[in-house]
């Protein structure tokens, strides 16, 4: 658990970053005028390993993947890279629309891939992600709500034409799903 809690902590940084981002003249933020200001109101935790991350063209081992959906509809698949020099590394693939084809697969459109590093621009003691406007799909195996989780795969290809792949395999380990409600600081178990 203890190696959780800070994985979780870059993970939800980064993925906080492109929800609260405003515009600034110093820092240029790519985020549409509909993504400002959303917020995540559901956060899943799976735990495994990356058969393959590979982030433009480098590869690297990951951590954990979590499944992040904003209240406006936006879904990431954020990686946390395990990456010795650099803690707080994660790639984020990023999209809306996505679908569920049965009680055991859901895949998501890619429209942007999320790069975030120590060497990001902050705003208000956040880093944010360089966002890199990409096409490509994730597609998972398992469900959410019997809290089982086989694995996630994902393809994209950015604009400039830099490949990002994601084949992550569960250990087994029950999901940890959390509901995270905006109207008070509370985090609950939506199974239960």
Do not use: W
């Amino acid at each position: 658990m203890r190696l959780r809690r800070p994985v979780l902590a870059a993970i939800l940084v980064s993925l906080a970053s492109p929800c609260f981002a405003e515009s600034s003249t110093a820092v240029p933020i790519n985020n549409p005028p509909a993504q400002q200001h959303s917020f995540i109101d559901l956060l899943a935790l799976i735990s495994g390993h990356c058969k393959t991350l590979k982030v433009a063209g480098r590869t690297f081992a990951c951590k954990t993947v979590a499944y992040a959906h904003g209240d406006k509809g936006r879904v990431n698949f954020a990686v946390a890279v395990d990456d010795p020099s650099d803690g707080n590394h994660v790639v984020s693939f990023s999209g809306e629309n996505g679908k569920r084809a049965d009680d055991n697969s859901y895949e998501l459109p890619i429209d942007r891939v999320l790069l975030n590093s120590k060497d990001r621009p902050k705003i208000d003691g956040l880093p944010v992600p360089a966002e890199q406007t990409s096409t490509g799909i994730c597609r998972q195996t398992g469900n959410f709500a019997a809290k089982k989780v086989k694995d996630v795969t994902c393809s994209a290809t950015d604009d400039e034409g830099r490949t990002y792949e994601l084949l992550f395999v569960s250990d087994g380990t029950p999901v940890s799903v959390r509901r995270i409600r905006q109207s008070s600081p509370s985090v609950q178990d939506p199974f239960r």
